[in-house]
């Protein structure tokens, strides 16, 4: 069986925009090629198909199914595998939800009243968060397992939010000590996970009860913002003329929320045993060194500048979940690129 992409979209129920897409990024690209020069998707094509649609339902991203594809361990059956697993973690939780509104209205059949607003608020919590977590990755969030880190947090949120009232800014030391005990937290709370990171940072931008909870507000989430960009850049002004802090204080920090994501992807690739010199890999490398310019620019003096700072202070390492390993891996692709410029930098994150 081999079919056209208009053909493949109308029975695989994806639009031809779609299959066109995974085709420019090289995701899938038709294998073979009719008499008359049309590109055709044969029978392995059609299961790659089925095991990117796959692992986008359990949540991956394209460059993360790059990467999964890439690895010879993920064979169908595997996907097929994490299907099964996801929809059993699915059906426990709403078994779990299940037994939960039952025993509530068994209290208040029996005459008793707990209050439905805690028992309301904590189901939503739950399951909030596992929208976003499995099962096993809830069990690996310290800040959802350990109660030392999560009062940490709470303490820490609320010398923030007094520091704010206190009328603090980002750039005064005791907003900049605060925006570095901050960043150690998120390591902790995270088990230095940045996918994790991530994950919480879109759960209190799309859930409004999460941040009811926590506290984070989105005005002290912006003052913790502006403060570790200026925590940071003090420390960089130890180490860099006026000229590069000029063009640090314009561009660091303004895409720190592109670093986690991009770090995770890496982190995940490495972990795969994927080559450096894999194609997947390249085009991470190359977005590392697109993001690290554009703060640090392109003067290798800088940059050596800055790998110095980097390696000197603690401070501008935590929270980043990038180790020396890792540098190396994206330099390695660098060069397996014929690009020399070493990525010598921790992210702006």
């Not at 299907?83 to 059993?88: S, T, Y």
């Not at 941040?211 to 200026?230: D, H, M, Q, S, Y």
């Not at 990038?322 to 992210?347: I, N």
Request: glycine share 6%.
């Amino acid at each position: 069986m081999q079919l056209k992409v208009g053909e493949l979209a109308r029975r695989s129920g994806l639009t031809v925009r779609t299959l066109h897409h995974y085709h420019r990024i090289g995701l899938l690209e038709p294998s073979a090629r009719s008499d008359a020069g049309y590109r055709l998707y044969t029978p392995g094509d059609v299961t790659r198909l089925y095991r990117i649609v796959a692992l986008r339902r359990l949540g991956l991203s394209l460059t993360d199914i790059g990467i999964t594809l890439s690895d010879p361990r993920t064979s169908p059956g595997a996907v097929i595998e994490r299907q099964i697993q996801a929809l059993e973690a699915s059906m426990q939780r709403d078994r779990r939800l299940h037994r939960q509104l039952c025993h509530l209205r068994e209290h208040i059949a029996n005459g008793q009243h707990p209050d439905p607003a805690f028992w309301l608020d904590t189901l939503e919590l739950m399951t909030m968060y596992e929208n976003y977590f499995s099962s096993e990755e809830l069990d690996a969030l310290p800040v959802h397992t350990d109660p030392r880190i999560k009062s940490g947090w709470d303490a820490l949120i609320a010398e923030v939010q007094t520091a704010m009232e206190q009328g603090l800014h980002p750039g005064d030391a005791q907003a900049n000590a605060l925006a570095l005990r901050w960043m150690r937290q998120a390591s902790l709370g995270t088990g230095n996970n940045p996918d994790f990171l991530m994950r919480l940072h879109a759960i209190n931008q799309r859930e409004p009860q999460a941040r009811r909870r926590n506290g984070i507000t989105p005005a002290l989430e912006r003052f913790i913002e502006n403060a570790v960009v200026a925590a940071r850049l003090n420390i960089f002004s130890r180490y860099l003329d006026e000229h590069e802090m000029a063009r640090m204080r314009e561009h660091y920090g303004k895409q720190m929320y592109a670093w986690p994501p991009l770090i995770s992807a890496l982190l995940k690739a490495r972990d795969a045993g994927l080559p450096a010199s894999d194609p997947t890999v390249q085009q991470l490398a190359r977005r590392w060194m697109a993001l690290f310019t554009a703060y640090a620019g392109h003067d290798p003096a800088t940059h050596a500048r800055i790998r110095e700072a980097y390696a000197a202070e603690p401070d501008l390492r935590s929270g980043s979940a990038v180790d020396q390993p890792l540098l190396l891996y994206v330099r390695a692709s660098l060069e397996s690129m014929g690009q020399s410029d070493s990525p010598g930098a921790k992210p702006a994150c």
